[in-house]
């Protein structure tokens, strides 16, 4: 900025000084009471990349059946109670669960018919048996075969139970529909838990739990919503008898604990860092117009708050997280300037001196938080605008307002005893010891980064806590489902459609993993053209010369065993029975429950899923089957980290190279020279190698977000590094030294205070930021003037 | 035909509901279960001799079988017939044992591993042992006879029961010990009536009936 406009600008705010002063304080007023009407999300969504895999399977389990519901588990924690007990207070506990927010409770399963539906659907066994069936059928009608089936059907009815089986007895004398049952059996387990029904109700193994489920229309990604349904069922579960134990297991938990904690974190750190804050003003500077700069980020993140909520229509949690942070970042250019002035006096030519390596400061800090706008991740859109918004403000608040509340005033200068101790420290013999140490340092540490692994579990970022954690560990103890099985996604716009393809899908599958380990709704129902075809062989082997001889066998052989001509009617009966095809059965109840858990139907298509266990080995087989059929996909739980991983991996390496060469481009657009540049980038590597090695000494592991934290110390300590070359070129009395000190120290307070958080997100930042400021500035403050003084001097000898 | 029934039961509710009849004749009902509750607790074992015929539509004529009866309570419950053939199943603890005279080969299931068996086999223990009260949920039981004791239940409307069961009678001996014959009648028309012979209450059982293939005649 030319020297003409500098003094025009600050003329202009020196004459109408009143008037901004009292527009900005009714901006701040406004955005101060929209504080109250902004929307804040902890959804997880915004903070995932935008790879379509990953988008795809995020998508899926929003909306599957599964993000919906909110099981309560009841134990009995007295062993003097039963099972009726627990039963009868799951009962109650269901009667009074009435809320507008619950759509339905499945406490138990319907007391249907089951029973004759079973029987009824047997009936579709020629369309369900494939050609092996009729195989095994065809060595059975002989008579060693009748005679040896007849004689179990007889033992059978010498059994205790035998009521139960003598129906599908005669409905079915081969068992023909053995498999069929069998797979409706392995169906209504595929959900990975172990359970057991009890007088009609979910109950565990030893009969000392019962399971609820709740569906809500709480989608788990709300945090209102369920906070809500988590106080209502909190409530309700306070009324339960006191030998029961009750667990809400559900993400809507997740939800909301992360909700608290992150809430907590952000009240926690903010007072600690406003309080540290003032206590530095208060006792470093001395002076109350101090406290302006104190205000500035105060008042910028006010505004950048109201800003980022009209752009993006709610915040993120995160975002608003890092806030103290941002302000750490931001005073530092109240500092820079409040600190120039009063050691050099408030006039155009100090303001000259500093505006230079102050914006071009600012720019490679904003050039970092911008390079987020590249970022697919739709939640760092929100933290490049919220940052760079935020840093923009106080650049102009610092450059152009605060000047003009110190001229007025004789303000107390600082003296310039206080660098002599910093240059006389980084000097002659020191000069060489410290860069003898950081030598040493960078190695042991870059030794040490090599080590370094990369941890790419999403779920370390779930700031749940211990006590959800218990729950979730208690609940899977008793119910299983720990290992929940991956999904294989079938899609189409019609149900037909679905259908055929979950055939394929099927057939393909099972060679590939194993019936064993692939639970399909097509293995008890088929698609039409399967049907079809399984019915016409049917037809074909039931000839009128084979009924004939099945039924005068049966007659014979029947009569060893005194049997009655009208023993197995009900299976002659379907021989004889002219069978339509229809897409799905109708007004079977065990049909729809079974559907339920595997079709889904979306506005203009429907999803079948099929269940495999969530093991490399079976993703890996399963991927190339999902290749080859579009339309389908595959959703694990645990893969589902790793696609994160791997897609915000490719991003972030794009993301911190861009943010290097921005921050190195900037600096030799400010410095005008190589070794000058290269000199301002020792804070730079020093806080990349230092965060590496010590986040390897710690014992942590790198993840996304410390990767974050390490391109915004990029920024930060870039600004360091020009400040100190500047410093070290140009020698101007502005207070360098101490400002740089300050300004490192006010980073620390915002970033120290979240070694403070319980969110494991925020610790992670918070960790990275302290060993990356902290380096950054004693690598300024110690090594580059002493580099400075080496290159120096070696220029003058070969001069 | 372990499948079968696992599937059967798997979806199979025996629902044991609370009491919420308030009338005299549900307090009279209630201090007869609770009579005969509090006298059939204080067995501990039973061995009783029995008959049962079945009136089945797979058979021309009445099944009869011939048989004995071994409860020890807890869990074990042993069921042996005679004739027409030798059959027995023996419940111990966990374990299900079946045998019998034709194929000569024991079959062993694991009630852990197989819940819903589990369920039923513990309808046929509530039965044997008498713990009725818990049974209201699921049936509608009525008085028959006072002298000699005779109940009636009725499954409840949509109960697991009511899927086959029409209507279960149960007559006391006099002294209302125990189980003097039980009657099944099933929605399908077939019947069962078991009939308890030489019950005796208390008395120390032969190892050997837990035993699938021992004689214990």
Same mark, same amino acid.
């Given at each position: 900025?030319?020297?003409?406009?500098?003094?025009?600008?600050?003329?202009?705010?020196?004459?109408?000084?009143? =008037?901004?002063?009292?527009?900005?304080?009714?901006?701040?007023?406004?955005?101060?009471?929209?504080?109250?009407?902004?929307?804040?999300?902890?959804?997880?969504?915004?903070?995932?990349?935008?790879?379509?895999?990953?988008?795809?399977?995020?998508?899926?389990?929003?909306?599957?059946?599964?993000?919906?519901?909110?099981?309560?588990?009841?134990?009995?924690?007295?062993?003097?109670?039963?099972?009726?007990?627990?039963?009868?207070?799951?009962?109650?506990?269901?009667?009074?669960?009435?809320?507008?927010?619950?759509?339905?409770?499945?406490?138990?399963? $319907?007391?249907?018919?089951?029973?004759?539906e079973m029987i009824f659907f047997l009936r579709y066994s020629p369309q369900l048996l494939g050609p092996?069936s009729l195989?095994?059928l065809?060595?059975?009608?002989?008579?060693?075969?009748?005679?040896?089936?007849? $004689?179990?059907?007889?033992?059978?009815?010498?059994?205790?139970?035998?009521?139960?089986?003598?129906?599908?007895?005669?409905a079915d004398?081969f068992?023909l529909g053995?498999?069929i049952?069998?797979?409706?059996?392995?169906? $209504?387990?595929?959900?990975?838990?172990?359970?057991?029904?009890?007088?009609?109700?979910?109950?565990?193994?030893?009969?000392?739990?019962?399971?609820?489920? %709740?569906?809500?229309?709480?989608?788990?990604?709300?945090?209102?919503?369920?906070?809500?349904?988590?106080?209502?069922?909190?409530?309700?579960?306070?009324?339960?008898?006191?030998?029961?134990?009750?667990?809400?297991?559900?993400?809507?938990?997740?939800?909301?604990?992360?909700?608290?904690?992150?809430?907590?974190?952000?009240?926690?750190?903010?007072?600690?860092?406003?309080?540290?804050?003032?206590?530095?003003?208060?006792?470093?500077?001395?002076?109350?117009?101090?406290?302006?700069?104190?205000?500035?980020?105060?008042?910028?993140?006010?505004?950048?708050?109201?800003?980022?909520?009209?752009?993006?229509?709610?915040?993120?949690?995160?975002?608003?997280?890092?806030?103290?942070?941002?302000?750490?970042?931001?005073?530092?250019?109240?500092?820079?300037?409040?600190?120039?002035?009063?050691?050099?006096?408030?006039?155009?030519?100090?303001?000259?001196?500093?505006?230079?390596?102050?914006?071009?400061?600012?720019?490679?800090?904003?050039?970092?938080?911008?390079?987020?706008?590249?970022?697919?991740?739709?939640?760092?859109?929100?933290?490049?605008?919220?940052?760079?918004?935020?840093?923009?403000?106080?650049?102009?608040?610092?450059?152009?307002?605060?000047?003009?509340?110190?001229?007025?005033?004789?303000?107390?200068?600082?003296?310039?005893?206080?660098?002599?101790?910093?240059?006389?420290?980084?000097?002659?013999?020191?000069?060489?010891?410290?860069?003898?140490?950081?030598?040493?340092?960078?190695?042991?540490?870059?030794?040490?980064?090599?080590?370094?692994?990369?941890?790419?579990?999403?779920?370390?970022?779930?700031?749940?806590?211990?006590?959800?954690?218990?729950?979730?560990?208690?609940?899977?103890?008793?119910?299983?489902?720990?290992?929940?099985?991956?999904?294989?996604?079938?899609?189409?716009?019609?149900?037909q459609?679905?259908y055929?393809?979950?055939?394929?899908? #099927?057939?393909?599958?099972?060679?590939?993993?194993?019936?064993?380990?692939?639970?399909?709704?097509?293995?008890i129902w088929p698609g039409m053209a399967k049907r079809t075809a399984n019915l016409e062989a049917w037809n074909k082997f039931w000839s009128p010369?084979k009924k004939?001889?099945f039924?005068?066998? =049966?007659?014979?052989?029947?009569?060893?065993?005194?049997?009655?001509?009208?023993?197995?009617a009900p299976f002659i009966q379907q021989l004889h029975t002219q069978t339509v095809l229809e897409l799905e059965p109708k007004g079977l109840?065990?049909f729809?429950?079974?559907?339920?858990?595997?079709?889904?139907?979306?506005?203009?298509? #429907?999803?079948?899923?099929?269940?495999?266990?969530?093991?490399?080995?079976?993703?890996?087989?399963?991927?190339?089957?999902?290749?080859?059929?579009?339309?389908?996909?595959?959703?694990?739980?645990?893969?589902?980290?790793?696609?994160?991983?791997?897609?915000?991996?490719?991003?972030?390496?794009?993301?911190?190279?861009?943010?290097?060469?921005?921050?190195?481009?900037?600096?030799?657009?400010?410095?005008?020279?190589?070794?000058?540049?290269?000199?301002?980038?020792?804070?730079?590597?020093?806080?990349? %190698?230092?965060?590496?090695?010590?986040?390897?000494?710690?014992?942590?592991?790198?993840?996304?977000?410390?990767?974050?934290?390490?391109?915004?110390?990029?920024?930060?300590?870039?600004?360091?590094?020009?400040?100190?070359?500047?410093?070290?070129?140009?020698?101007?009395?502005?207070?360098?030294?101490?400002?740089?000190?300050?300004?490192?120290?006010?980073?620390?307070?915002?970033?120290?205070?979240?070694?403070?958080?319980?969110?494991?997100?925020?610790?992670?930042?918070?960790?990275?930021?302290?060993?990356?400021?902290?380096?950054?500035?004693?690598?300024?403050?110690?090594?580059?003037?002493?580099?400075?003084?080496?290159?120096?001097?070696?220029?003058?000898?070969?001069? | 035909?372990?499948?079968?029934?696992?599937?059967?039961?798997?979806?199979?509710?025996?629902?044991?509901?609370?009491?919420?009849?308030?009338?005299?004749?549900?307090?009279?009902?209630?201090?007869?279960?609770?009579?005969?509750?509090?006298?059939?607790?204080?067995?501990?074992?039973?061995?009783?001799?029995?008959?049962?015929?079945?009136?089945?539509?797979?058979?021309?004529?009445?099944?009869?079988?011939?048989?004995?009866?071994?409860?020890?309570?807890?869990?074990?419950?042993?069921?042996?017939?005679?004739?027409?053939?030798?059959?027995?199943?023996?419940?111990?603890?966990?374990?299900?044992?079946?045998?019998?005279?034709?194929?000569?080969?024991?079959?062993?299931?694991?009630?852990?591993?197989?819940?819903?068996?589990?369920?039923?086999?513990?309808?046929?223990?509530?039965?044997?042992?008498?713990?009725?009260?818990?049974?209201?949920?699921?049936?509608?039981?009525?008085?028959?006879?006072?002298?000699?004791?005779?109940?009636?239940?009725?499954?409840?409307?949509?109960?697991?029961?009511?899927?086959?069961?029409?209507?279960?009678?149960?007559?006391?001996?006099?002294?209302?010990?125990?189980?003097?014959?039980?009657?099944?009648?099933?929605?399908?028309?077939?019947?069962?009536?078991?009939?308890?012979?030489?019950?005796?209450?208390?008395?120390?059982?032969?190892?050997?009936?837990?035993?699938?293939?021992?004689?214990?005649?």
């Amino acid at each position: 900025m030319s020297g003409n406009y500098l003094f025009k600008l600050n003329n202009l705010v020196e004459t109408h000084k009143k =008037l901004i002063i009292g527009l900005l304080g009714l901006v701040l007023l406004i955005c101060l009471i929209n504080l109250k009407f902004i929307k804040y999300n902890n959804n997880i969504e915004s903070m995932l990349p935008a790879d379509s895999q990953v988008q795809q399977a995020m998508r899926f389990l929003r909306e599957s059946n599964f993000s919906d519901k909110l099981v309560i588990s009841l134990k009995l924690n007295d062993r003097k109670n039963t099972t009726d007990d627990l039963i009868l207070a799951a009962d109650q506990l269901i009667n009074s669960l009435d809320s507008p927010l619950i759509k339905q409770v499945i406490g138990n399963i $319907s007391n249907a018919n089951f029973m004759q539906e079973m029987i009824f659907f047997l009936r579709y066994s020629p369309q369900l048996l494939g050609p092996e069936s009729l195989t095994k059928l065809k060595n059975q009608i002989n008579p060693i075969g009748i005679k040896e089936r007849l $004689s179990f059907i007889y033992r059978q009815s010498l059994t205790p139970g035998s009521s139960l089986v003598m129906p599908f007895l005669r409905a079915d004398p081969f068992n023909l529909g053995s498999e069929i049952l069998g797979n409706i059996e392995k169906l $209504s387990q595929a959900s990975g838990y172990e359970v057991t029904i009890n007088n009609g109700h979910f109950v565990s193994k030893d009969g000392r739990a019962a399971m609820i489920i %709740v569906k809500t229309s709480v989608l788990l990604t709300e945090g209102f919503g369920s906070r809500k349904i988590v106080n209502y069922l909190q409530e309700k579960l306070k009324h339960i008898p006191n030998y029961i134990r009750a667990d809400i297991i559900a993400g809507h938990m997740h939800t909301v604990k992360n909700e608290e904690i992150i809430k907590k974190d952000i009240w926690f750190t903010s007072i600690i860092a406003a309080l540290g804050f003032l206590l530095l003003f208060l006792f470093i500077f001395r002076d109350w117009r101090a406290m302006i700069i104190f205000c500035m980020p105060l008042g910028a993140v006010l505004i950048s708050t109201a800003a980022a909520f009209i752009v993006f229509k709610n915040l993120s949690y995160f975002v608003i997280g890092l806030s103290t942070v941002i302000a750490g970042i931001t005073i530092d250019y109240g500092i820079y300037v409040y600190l120039a002035v009063r050691k050099a006096g408030n006039n155009l030519e100090t303001l000259n001196k500093i505006i230079k390596p102050v914006a071009f400061g600012a720019l490679t800090t904003i050039s970092v938080f911008a390079v987020f706008f590249f970022s697919s991740v739709k939640g760092y859109h929100q933290l490049a605008f919220f940052s760079n918004f935020t840093i923009i403000l106080c650049l102009g608040f610092a450059l152009f307002i605060l000047p003009h509340f110190i001229k007025e005033e004789a303000a107390p200068k600082i003296t310039n005893e206080k660098e002599k101790p910093a240059v006389k420290f980084n000097s002659g013999i020191f000069g060489h010891f410290w860069i003898i140490c950081w030598s040493i340092l960078l190695i042991i540490m870059l030794g040490c980064s090599a080590r370094l692994k990369f941890n790419n579990d999403i779920t370390q970022f779930d700031g749940a806590g211990k006590e959800i954690a218990k729950s979730e560990e208690e609940f899977h103890h008793t119910w299983g489902g720990k290992e929940l099985p991956a999904v294989f996604v079938v899609s189409s716009g019609t149900l037909q459609g679905a259908y055929e393809l979950n055939d394929l899908i #099927y057939e393909a599958a099972v060679k590939a993993i194993g019936k064993e380990n692939f639970d399909s709704f097509a293995s008890i129902w088929p698609g039409m053209a399967k049907r079809t075809a399984n019915l016409e062989a049917w037809n074909k082997f039931w000839s009128p010369e084979k009924k004939k001889e099945f039924q005068e066998l =049966l007659l014979e052989y029947g009569q060893l065993f005194n049997f009655s001509d009208e023993a197995f009617a009900p299976f002659i009966q379907q021989l004889h029975t002219q069978t339509v095809l229809e897409l799905e059965p109708k007004g079977l109840v065990f049909f729809e429950q079974l559907k339920e858990q595997f079709v889904l139907k979306k506005d203009a298509s #429907y999803q079948m899923l099929s269940f495999f266990p969530d093991q490399d080995e079976y993703i890996t087989k399963l991927s190339k089957i999902k290749n080859a059929y579009p339309g389908t996909f595959l959703v694990s739980r645990k893969n589902f980290s790793l696609q994160v991983s791997r897609a915000l991996s490719r991003e972030f390496l794009f993301l911190a190279f861009l943010a290097i060469f921005l921050t190195v481009g900037l600096t030799f657009l400010l410095l005008k020279n190589l070794r000058l540049t290269t000199l301002a980038m020792v804070p730079v590597a020093t806080a990349l %190698v230092l965060i590496g090695g010590v986040t390897y000494l710690a014992g942590l592991a790198l993840n996304i977000p410390s990767v974050i934290a390490s391109m915004v110390v990029v920024g930060i300590v870039s600004d360091y590094g020009m400040f100190m070359v500047y410093y070290c070129k140009y020698k101007y009395q502005t207070g360098t030294i101490i400002a740089v000190t300050l300004a490192a120290v006010t980073t620390l307070i915002g970033a120290g205070v979240l070694l403070f958080a319980q969110h494991p997100v925020l610790f992670s930042i918070g960790v990275t930021l302290v060993t990356g400021v902290l380096s950054g500035y004693l690598s300024s403050l110690l090594i580059i003037p002493a580099l400075y003084r080496l290159w120096k001097a070696k220029e003058d000898v070969s001069v | 035909m372990k499948r079968l029934i696992a599937i059967f039961l798997l979806f199979i509710c025996l629902s044991i509901g609370r009491l919420y009849a308030n009338d005299d004749t549900a307090v009279k009902m209630d201090t007869i279960l609770e009579s005969l509750q509090e006298k059939m607790s204080g067995l501990k074992t039973i061995q009783t001799d029995f008959i049962q015929e079945k009136n089945l539509a797979l058979f021309k004529q009445k099944l009869i079988l011939k048989g004995k009866i071994f409860i020890q309570k807890p869990g074990m419950l042993s069921w042996r017939v005679f004739t027409p053939l030798c059959y027995s199943l023996v419940i111990n603890g966990s374990k299900i044992s079946q045998w019998d005279q034709d194929t000569n080969q024991v079959q062993s299931v694991s009630l852990s591993k197989n819940p819903s068996f589990q369920a039923a086999i513990q309808q046929m223990q509530n039965w044997f042992s008498g713990t009725y009260k818990s049974m209201r949920g699921e049936y509608q039981i009525s008085l028959i006879s006072k002298n000699p004791l005779k109940l009636e239940f009725i499954p409840k409307e949509k109960s697991m029961a009511g899927n086959f069961i029409q209507r279960v009678t149960v007559l006391f001996q006099d002294d209302q010990q125990y189980i003097k014959e039980i009657g099944i009648l099933e929605k399908s028309g077939d019947s069962t009536l078991l009939v308890f012979i030489n019950a005796l209450l208390n008395q120390e059982i032969s190892p050997k009936a837990w035993e699938v293939k021992a004689d214990v005649r």
